[in-house]
Every structure is written in structure tokens, then in C-alpha cells.
């Protein structure tokens, strides 16, 4: 069964350091999604791409967050430089139609 | 606003039915979805259904839809303890899927 990959599953990082997140989204799916997820609270959206193109960025703290998907197949995103508030799981998913299928996730922990 | 809620814990005895409930606010929502999370992973999809639609059962899991008042439930019948997770309600507004806090079943043998 296709899937959504994720990489690193777990980074560790000091404050004012440069972080970058990977994700392969599920063949053939066009959306790719980034989210955050704080320790108790559901997702929430931080950029959404279709095909090569960001559809939603509203909700990107776009003085350190950008994302890329530049051959609208695998995206990455980057945090630089990094906060204590910016330690949670970030979650990429993918979708084809009504469902989003989501990858297990990068626990970033910031020191 | 958009906004959607649901209770925050639920403890049932193994081989018992689970009920999950939500509301949501937003009336234009097209789809609705139920996700499971389990420790450190990330979400999985279980089911969803069209805002049409009023019921939709797959196995364990029904699905209940009331439209008039806003609510949707997770019915998990003979719960195991392999359920005990995270569960997520969500509803799709335009491009845009908001989530539920979580509810975490608690499955006690």
C-alpha cells in the first residue's frame, strides 16, 4: 500500500539553528500538504501546494518558514532559524480527491 | 468561524461500543473525516462521508451525520484495546480541512 514518507522521524536542534523537514508524498496524488501539531491539539495547516504551486500559505510564519516543491512531486520545508515555540510534530499529507493521507510525522524538538 | 469540538477523553471496557462524538460550526462543510493517531505516529485515516450523506458503516465503524444540528459521531462497536489512540474529527471547508482537538479512547481489558 502506497504511503507517505517522512524525513528525519526525529530532529533535535538548538535554538537559532537551520532545520529542514522531507516528504514524499503518496505517486500520483497533486496536493501536498504541511501541518503542525502541538503536543494535545490537532493538526494545523501551515502551507498547502498544488502540484508545484502553494495554494495556502496563509498560516506560514513566513519570516522563518518556507517550503518548496519545486517539481511538484517531493517538498521541503525549512525552519531557520529556530524557536523553543517551534518544537512539535510536523505532518505532511497527500491527496488525490476528497481523502488526505498523511506520513508518520517529524518530532522536532528545539533546545 | 470555523471551529470544530470535541470532548477530550473516553474510557470504555473492552468488548463494549465506543461513541466519539463532535460538533463543527461551519454549515458549507462538503466532507467530514474520522483519523486515528496512535503514539508518536501520524494520522490514519478510518473513514468519512459526504455532508449528503446521514450514515456510513464500514465494519466496526458507523458513522453518524446530522446535518440540522451540526454533529457527527464515531460509533466503534466491539473496541479492543488495539483502538486505545487518539481520535481526530475534521471537516473540509473549500480547499481547507480543520481539525478537532482529539479525543483519546481509553480501552480497559
Known amino acids: 500500500e502506497a504511503e507517505v514518507a517522512q524525513s528525519p522521524r526525529y530532529k533535535i536542534t538548538e535554538k537559532s539553528q537551520a532545520v529542514a523537514f522531507w516528504c514524499d508524498p503518496i505517486s500520483g496524488h497533486a496536493t501536498l500538504y504541511w501541518y503542525r501539531q502541538i503536543l494535545g491539539q490537532g493538526p494545523e495547516l501551515l502551507v498547502q501546494f498544488q502540484d508545484e504551486s502553494v495554494v495556502d500559505d496563509s498560516q506560514l510564519p513566513k519570516d522563518r518558514f518556507s517550503a518548496e516543491r519545486l517539481k511538484g512531486v517531493d517538498s521541503t520545508l525549512k525552519i531557520q532559524p529556530a524557536e523553543l515555540g517551534d518544537s512539535a510534530m510536523y505532518l505532511c499529507?497527500?491527496?488525490?480527491?476528497?481523502?488526505?493521507?498523511f506520513g508518520p510525522g517529524t518530532r522536532l524538538t528545539v533546545l | 468561524g470555523e471551529d470544530v469540538e470535541q470532548s477530550l477523553f473516553l474510557s470504555v471496557r473492552e468488548g463494549d461500543s465506543s461513541v466519539i462524538n463532535c460538533t463543527y460550526t461551519?454549515?458549507?462543510?462538503?466532507?467530514l473525516y474520522w483519523y486515528k493517531q496512535e503514539p508518536g505516529a501520524g494520522l490514519q485515516l478510518l473513514t468519512y462521508i459526504f455532508s449528503n450523506m446521514d450514515m456510513k458503516q464500514d465494519q466496526r465503524l458507523t458513522v453518524l451525520l446530522n446535518k440540522k444540528d451540526k454533529h457527527l459521531s464515531l460509533r466503534i462497536a466491539d473496541t479492543q484495546t488495539g483502538d486505545s489512540a487518539i481520535y481526530f474529527c475534521a471537516e473540509s471547508i473549500a480547499l481547507k480541512t480543520i481539525f478537532g482537538a482529539g479525543t483519546r479512547l481509553f480501552v480497559k481489558a
Open positions: 499529507a497527500s491527496s488525490s480527491g476528497a481523502a488526505q493521507y
Open positions: 461551519d454549515s458549507s462543510s462538503t466532507y
